[in-house]
């Protein structure tokens, strides 16, 4: 039988089961929390660090990725304090100055409050938040591709760089990636490269509910669960 936890997120007392993620909890509540690596169904590991929250115990504040997080009871939950809105705008920053060719990273930025980018841009075309490793693992059963190296040479690819017969080759891997989706204006060139901020409209209307999700258009282009659901 399920068992139902009660927990306090952002002074709102909610229920849920015992083993959700706090993330998950909060946008089955139309809370508000920016997220890039997680796909409702399948394994988190806190890769991109958008999902940051504040745990409260005894009076004490520790950060935490809430995709990681698991429901307890009487646990209290903070998801929008300012200390928690800067560490947010800094890591949509990092992204969209090392992946800038992403919509659903651009979008991410504007939701995240990035104004400028301070960061020398790199224009990769990953950002290793591991979507794609995990579809093909979880959903698939066929793990044809995964993490590979170490460090600054970490990235995705077959093993030994070739594709493996278990490929199905069914392109869910490259409809789940974050970089599939291009700017309004299309690619930018290299040295080209900016914050796009074409969707500052949108700001308009989250500005007003900070702490909720008003099902904006911010999320359309990397699947947040709110669209996805």
Partial sequence: MLQQVTLSIDGAQVEAVRGTSVLDVAVEYGICIP????????????????????????SRSKVTTSCTLLVQDDMV?????E?????????AELLV??????????????????????????????????RCVRLCTELWSARA??????GKDRHVDFPFGVRPDVCKQCQACVQHCPMTITPCDGPMEPGEERLCGKCEAQLLIAES???SCIWCELGVGFGCARHAS
């Fill in 35 to 58: 997220h890039l690596c997680h796909i409702p169904s399948l394994s988190d590991f806190g890769g991109c660090r958008l999902c940051v929250v504040e745990l409260i115990e005894n």
């Fill in 77 to 81: 939950v903070r998801t929008n304090t």
């Fill in 83 to 91: 200390k928690i809105r800067k560490l947010r705008r800094n890591i």
């Fill in 97 to 130: 100055a090392q992946a800038p060719n992403s919509r659903a990273i651009q979008d991410i930025a504007v939701r995240c409050g990035v104004s400028q980018v301070r960061y020398p841009f790199r224009n990769e075309s990953c950002v290793l938040c591991g």
């Fill in 145 to 150: 591709i995964g993490f590979v190296g170490r």
């Fill in 209 to 211: 509910a900070p702490d």
